[in-house]
């Protein structure tokens, strides 16, 4: 593909001009060569046509397309797309006070990694929105699954603890039952019932095996649409620490409150049993993760998702709404997509404990859980217009 473009640009054969055919109509946009010679676009004219946005800081042009965020260094040839670097024919550049892009952007970077909405035509020079075409809208349907669904969603799932690391000894669990065991059976529960509404699922663990806090979100790649962590909560023994319970969804930022840091320290803990770490706790400067979090609109997508999965878990959960915290949770710091951490409810709580180690109210968790996973990625797929997984491949 880069040898393509830069062929093309060597023989002097770029197209003069691109046509961007959407909803709104066609839109002709110059291309013209920049210093090396590589067919290139203005890039406020391209933006105008896709309604997408731009923004710069620090030599960067972050191009915003379909929600999706394609971030250029300025005069170096490669762009940055779900923190993978990939190498292009030529740079993005400035001139005066206008950023080029390389045509490439156009004939490659978007019709693949967002070939749900576009597509290419090389010979024409033409990019196409096919939501804007004729008769889309039937086959947007008929592509569709009985819950409205895309097919080619992908969650990882991840239960908590595992291994050597037993999670909290589960004071009101059936005797020898540890969190690690009870993440684990909620968390096949949620693949099953994720599965049965025709959404992919990515396990962390699928048996009793330590998993390292680092490695976990690794399994949520740029193919995957959600990070979902399964725990469950503990409180050390104090006056009237088995009245508490109830459940509440984090998402990664830094906490503001001392429950929701004493939550994060009690899970960060969990790095001890990992060879050659000592306990972490509530993870400061967490300035550099939210930075490239917010850039990727992964933060606003967290934090709705874990206010659906809140939602869904009222409907089934007999504890108090303890709702959506945020912390700095290790295991978050990783998932380079959407992530949240479910606590289900306390050990320390012999009704949670009964609710939490039964197997029809385990169900019904997952279900609520997975209910909620499918409405956020319908309004997702609203947002975006693609499937997230595919659109990050």
């Given at each position: 593909m880069i040898v393509t473009l830069g062929l093309l640009a060597a023989l002097g054969i770029a197209p003069g001009s691109l046509t961007i055919a959407g909803r709104g109509g066609e839109t002709s946009i110059p291309v013209r060569a920049d210093f090396s010679g590589a067919p290139v676009l203005p890039a406020p004219q391209l933006l105008a046509a896709l309604s997408g946005s731009v923004t710069f800081g620090d030599g960067w042009a972050e191009v915003t397309v379909a929600r999706q965020p394609f971030r250029f260094l300025l005069g170096a040839p490669f762009y940055?797309?779900?923190?993978?670097?990939?190498?292009?024919?030529?740079?993005?550049?400035?001139?005066r006070d206008t950023l080029f892009l390389p045509l490439q952007f156009v004939a490659e970077v978007l019709p693949y990694y967002l070939s749900e909405r576009y597509r290419y035509d090389a010979k024409a020079a033409r990019l196409e929105e096919l939501a804007g075409r004729p008769g889309a809208r039937d086959r947007d349907t008929a592509e569709r699954l009985p819950n409205g669904l895309r097919p080619g969603h992908i969650v990882?799932?991840?239960?908590?603890?595992?291994?050597?690391?037993?999670?909290?000894?589960?004071?009101?669990?059936?005797?020898?039952?540890?969190?690690?065991?009870?993440?684990?059976?909620?968390?096949?529960?949620?693949?099953?019932?994720?599965?049965?509404?025709?959404?992919?699922?990515?396990?962390?663990?699928?048996?009793?095996?330590?998993?390292?806090?680092?490695?976990?979100?690794?399994?949520?790649?740029?193919?995957c649409d959600l990070f979902v962590s399964i725990h469950v909560n503990s409180l050390a023994r104090r006056r009237g620490y088995t009245e508490i319970r109830g459940f509440e969804t984090f998402f990664l930022a830094e906490a503001k409150t001392?429950?929701?840091?004493?939550?994060?320290?009690?899970?960060?803990?969990?790095?001890?049993?990992?060879?050659?770490?000592?306990?972490?706790?509530?993870?400061g400067g967490l300035d550099f993760i939210l930075k490239d979090l917010q850039l990727n609109e992964h933060l606003r997508e967290s934090a709705r998702a874990a206010e659906l999965v809140q939602r869904g878990l009222k409907s089934v959960h007999t504890g108090p709404d303890k709702g959506v915290k945020q912390a700095g949770f290790m295991v978050l710091t990783t998932a380079r997509r959407p992530a949240i951490l479910v606590e289900l409810g306390y050990s320390t709580n012999p009704q949670d404990g009964r609710l939490l180690t039964q197997r029809s109210s385990q169900k019904a968790l997952a279900a609520a859980i997975a209910g909620s996973v499918v409405e956020y990625l319908r309004e997702y797929e609203r947002k975006v217009g693609t499937v997230g997984g595919e659109g990050a491949r």
């Open positions: 940055v797309f779900s923190s993978k670097v990939q190498a292009l024919a030529s740079p993005a550049s400035m001139e990882t799932v991840d239960p908590g603890h595992g291994g050597a690391d037993p999670g909290n000894p589960g004071t009101y669990f059936p005797r020898g039952v540890k969190e690690k065991d009870v993440t684990l059976q909620v968390s096949l529960l949620l693949r099953e019932e994720l599965r049965r509404r025709g959404v992919g699922v990515k396990m962390t663990r699928t048996s009793d095996t330590l998993i390292a806090l680092s490695d976990r979100g690794g399994y949520c790649t740029e193919a001392e429950d929701a840091a004493r939550v994060a320290k009690m899970e960060n803990d969990a790095v001890r049993f990992e060879a050659g770490q000592e306990a972490v706790g509530e993870l």
